[in-house]
């Protein structure tokens, strides 16, 4: 080790991180990314996840790669991250890749799917599946890359007014669901609405709408919908809904490899801890509801009910697969991973769960 | 930046270098750490897990962390983990915490009990409900840290040769059942018995032993256990197996803050992940035995058999709450905290795998 005293020592450092700066050794330089979430600022649950990625990647890297969370109270564009990713105006997002749906058809499946996979299932997909491989393919095409961004486990079906009892009760109920999910209601002849999150509780209250579904205790919690609508029903649309990562691919290129996989690692953690901060907050969550309001009555939709939305779902894909070779692809990877997965879930956690209420 | 022809240039680098290792600066130091593993050379999934938090290391930190495993055939003691991380032998271990309950009986609950929770609830006790903390405070007072080390999920319950139809049917049983769940089985009759792994399949084949548990489809098809025993028993007993990273304390003190962090993120990553290729495997390899022999006959215990061994169970839990305060003050707060996630898990995931299968 030299010998200096220590003034010569802090201007020697200097000069080595002016050194180290160069192309032949770039180790101390500092790498800034600016990153858009869709969510409001500090937005619980989702808020964690970039706020947590951030911070693992500023740690582990020393410093040297700082990531700055802009909210959509400051970029004002919740659903322009996928643009403004693509263009550099923003180097990554945070979102979940089923709002491209419209802009890229195949960004759909990479979010949860009606009848889909469960959490552990999905991740399975995306790691050892081939999921990533395929969301690879659909993000490579627009200079951005996408990753596993957050889990909020099994999505409830939403809080209603009066009970289902039959596919009667969903003729003509107007109710707050959107997207793909949406369009599976609107087969079975129910009116799907958008209304923004700002006014649903009043939408719901004075009955402007029949039924909403939101996400589940983790965030219905502070919306008060428990409040104002007797029945909670359990899910089937959104059973493992992942938000996403999104990346600008040249931006992400000219990180240094160190960097490239401390990025890469931080997302993949604050992704699993976002699956499990969830579920915990689900659970103190719904324990709270439940002491507030002990009539909350929980149902599950009648069989016949259930049958009808599979249905649907089923023919809206189908549709899907035959006009695009890539969807297919992409629903038959699904499909058969989930079959396999699905009959290991049987055995293991659902006959466990089966058993173990007995 | 300064202007030096090349040679110049890597000569200072090279003086730079040594500056930085200096205790001002010391970002190129490497750290060398030796990590013993309880299973043998390339086992898998469990093997996958360190391997996979080694390379995470070493490419996050650019080779500034080395972590070297050595297997059991290397170390030849699969057992002697704790002791050899607690005096400095090694600096890191990937073991079972459970395994150390005749040592520090407390150890026994940071892998997965009886009737306990599933890996999600289980993840939620560990981050978010208090149950680091409690590890932390067993392990701490031996100069070790404890972390979730991976997780199989839940474990079958084992192969039969003959259908368990009563209590009746568990008198004199023998099984290989090692552990707590051990002592459950020996209250209801049973005869739990260990056996070398190499022995397990000529003792279950030549009906030395009636029964024998191992883990689930990832690692007993190739320990051929299907070919030979007609009944797989769905779980009970191991929910949730979580693996352990175990670091000698003051070792891990030593390293530089980014290291740290390093480190414990590459930890907490290689875990999940290996939770997710253990449902992933669980999928690939239960449905290739099902292929194999289409006549596994898959079997949960009858009703009455549960309710025993819950009985048992919460018997010897009590016995353990009773004569150690810090017994006690792990188990409540597993008990207080799957209460709540349990209900949650019951209206989401549970709810759903009811629904999604008719």
Redesign the interface.
Known sequence: ??K?NFAK??A??A??T?????P??A??KVYRLKLAETWPTNFPVFGDATKNMAA?AE????GRLKITIDSKNKHKAPLGIFDMVRAGQYDMGHSASYYWKGKVPNTLYFTTMP?GM????Q??WF???GGQELMDEVYGQFNLMSFPGGNT??Q?GGWFQKEIKSLDDLQGLKMRIPGFAGEVMAKLGAKPTNIPAGELYTALERRTIDALEWV??SLDLRMGFHKIAPY?Y???HE?ATELQFMINKKKFESL???LQ??LK??M??AA??M???S??????N??SM?KEFPNIQ?K??P?DV??AMRAANTELLAEKAAADPLAKKILDSQAE?MK???????????????????
């Open positions: 080790m030299l200096l020592k802090l020697a450092v000069a080595c002016a050194l180290l700066a160069s032949l050794m180790a101390e693992l740690e582990m890297s020393a009848f469960t959490a552990p299932e991740y399975g790691y050892y599946g486990g099994n409830m589940g205790p909670y359990t899910g089937w059973p240094p490899a160190d996989q401390i690692t931080a993949r953690t699993y801890d699956y499990i901060q579920y915990n907050d689900s659970g103190e719904w324990d439940k929980v599950s939709f069989k259930v049958a991973y396999k997965s699905r009959a290991w879930t049987e055995i293991s956690d659902k006959a466990y769960l089966d058993s173990a209420v007995n």
